[in-house]
């Protein structure tokens, strides 16, 4: 969980300073990344809950992080791999690329 909730407080300074970007007028909406946390899964299950006395073994959060076509896609691949979830620091993390296409009827 220490090395989770690390890497989520990482992500979310990036986060917030790709919006200073916006803030500043340095950058418009659609050219900054953006990153929102989708999900998070951690504790141990028991019958009637979670047990609330054992750090789990495992945990795991998920992110939409939304890359525009003008971004560094390869520096963005070595951020993850060697700040947001580290080896060194036992984590893993898995990549799944949604396309969303538009279609503007007139």
Known sequence: MENLLTSIEIIRR???????LIKAGLKADGEV???????LKAGTPSPTGFVMNLQPSEAEAGFDIRVPPTADTESLERRIAEEWAPTWRNMSF???IYLEIFHYFC
């Open 14 to 20: 990036y986060r917030a300073s790709q919006f200073d």
């Open 33 to 39: 990344i953006s990153i929102n946390m989708a999900f």
């Open 94 to 96: 898995t990549v799944s």
